[in-house]
């Protein structure tokens, strides 16, 4: 009896005491606005003098947009959806928070949008928390060298420019020369590493996802990738946060002591969509009609990978960004501004393209400023020699284009670069293995693929892998394990090369060249 007569005298003071709060307090005051203008994914709003830049608001149908220009008199807000829903005169609320997206391990093997809603038909994405799209980048004092590799699977990039886990390379080119090819590659060759991977499409045909996903879901391990997907049937808010909410993804890994790669396909649309935003909300264009902070827009989002110090969890973000150009024009502002802050640039170009060279990789203009410091020592010491016989080769290649007789060390030379080009040659979805590259590299740089036709070099790739495992097994567990190999193992291998190259020309002798 006594306990109920309390329990009752304390919820009446409560109510008492509520009533007190409300009538000294007065009646409550909430900030709304009201759309003025809308239009192309834009809304104009007055109003809302408490709303902060990028800020999270909600329209009165439940639509949501985020604060992108803050003037004195009205804002400037970006529509996530439907646009046309918002109209003239809805009202609108403040979040007082910014743009999240989901993170976390659910997210692995999901096809989502840039805000998490599943695009994959799937259950929705049970995130273990939301983070801003917006984080500040690593501190310098946070940070590591940046020495481990990241494996392409490509000949040409893996011993020519080497790719290292917390390093930003910039893929760029004309439009529809394999891009997008290298990126799903890379991809794909971490099936067997511990590369948790991202791919980001930015106002790309849904064809071309359907394929990209297909190829990851078909030759990679898709359970260990997020795909943030923003075609371009979205929204202009959409396609503008796609990067910035697939960095924040990865980073939740990164920030755990594990390894990401992101893929973002691509800047120039991520450009563009941003230019249209700024010129719809009336900021003022600069060198060909981008806004002047669209250099700061991509460098406070590419400056988000990094290698993490041991202090930090050791993690990793490595970025691979892809950039279009026209007629490859590499002076143009947006590649300029990407090549500027990246580590460096693998450039494609349309000639080699169109001649059957595939990756249309320029190795004169492409570079890694990370390069060798990051390469597998194994590949490292294969292709010593390598960048500067190719170099000769394409110099020499072109004097000889006049006519004339070159001497048999000019021939030598020639050969030599020939079937360097031919290794160089690859088929797309089919990366090579670290020990398949080394030995392939191997077999041109110690002269045993030169008595061989060009033709024959792609029979000898097709088992190529099959030879190594089963002629040298030691030296192939080494080079995977560790990245290097001794002198014993490469003597072992070059010698399983030998007999295999030999079964091959056996197979076809007629086919088989004089070496001289």
Request: glycine letters at 8%.
């Amino acid at each position: 009896m006594t306990a109920d007569l309390n329990a009752r005298a304390d919820a009446w003071l409560e109510k008492t005491r509520a009533r007190a709060s409300a009538a000294f307090l007065g009646p409550q005051t909430e900030q709304i606005g009201r759309v003025e203008k809308v239009g192309d994914g834009i809304a104009l709003v007055s109003g809302l003098p408490g709303v902060r830049l990028d800020e999270l608001v909600r329209f009165e149908n439940g639509q949501y947009g985020f604060a992108q220009v803050l003037d004195r008199n009205r804002i400037g807000c970006v529509l996530f959806d439907d646009v046309n829903a918002v109209e003239a005169g809805d009202i609108v609320r403040g979040s007082g928070d910014v743009v999240r997206t989901p993170v976390g391990p659910a997210l692995l093997g999901r096809v989502v949008d840039p805000l998490g809603r599943p695009l994959d038909g799937k259950q929705p994405v049970a995130a273990e928390t939301l983070e801003p799209i917006e984080r500040a980048a690593p501190a310098i004092i946070d940070r590591d060298l940046v020495t481990q590799p990241v494996q392409t699977g490509l000949v040409v990039v893996d011993t020519l420019f080497a790719l290292g886990r917390g390093q930003r390379e910039l893929i760029i080119g004309d439009r529809a020369i394999g891009k997008t090819t290298i990126a799903i590659d890379t991809i794909i060759n971490q099936k067997e590493s511990d590369i948790i991977c991202v791919y980001v499409a930015i106002g790309q045909k849904s064809s071309s996802v359907r394929r990209a996903i297909d190829a990851i879901h078909d030759k990679g391990a898709p359970e260990r990738c997020i795909i943030v997907v923003a075609g371009s049937a979205c929204s202009p808010g959409l396609q503008w946060v796609a990067p910035f909410a697939g960095v924040t993804m990865a980073e939740y890994f990164r920030d755990r002591g594990q390894h990401t790669l992101i893929v973002i396909d691509d800047m120039s649309k991520h450009a563009a969509c941003h230019r249209e935003i700024a010129l719809l909300t009336r900021q003022s264009p600069g060198r060909e009609a981008f806004p002047g902070d669209v250099f700061y827009v991509h460098a406070r989002l590419l400056e988000r990978a990094a290698k993490l110090s041991a202090e930090m969890g050791g993690g990793s973000l490595t970025a691979l960004p892809i950039a279009e150009t026209d007629a490859g024009n590499l002076s143009a502002y947006i590649p300029t501004n990407l090549i500027s802050m990246t580590d460096g640039q693998i450039v494609l170009d349309a000639k080699l393209f169109h001649e059957g060279q595939k990756p249309a990789v320029d190795v004169g203009l492409s570079v890694s400023r990370v390069g060798g410091k990051t390469q597998a020592k194994a590949l490292r010491d294969a292709a010593a020699s390598l960048r500067l016989d190719y170099a000769q080769f394409l110099e020499l290649e072109i004097f000889t284009r006049f006519g004339g007789m070159p001497d048999a060390r000019v021939h030598k030379q020639l050969s030599r670069g020939a079937r360097i080009r031919a290794i160089f040659d690859q088929v797309q979805h089919a990366p090579l293995r670290l020990a398949e590259e080394v030995a392939i590299v191997l077999a041109v740089q110690s002269g045993l693929l030169d008595p061989f036709p060009l033709p024959l070099i792609t029979e000898f790739r097709k088992g190529l892998g099959n030879a190594i495992d089963n002629g040298a097994p030691d030296a192939v567990r080494l080079i995977q394990e560790t990245g290097a190999f001794d002198d014993v193992q490469r003597l072992a291998l070059i010698e399983t090369l030998r007999q295999y190259i030999h079964a091959v020309a056996s197979a076809d002798p007629a086919r088989l060249v004089s070496q001289s």
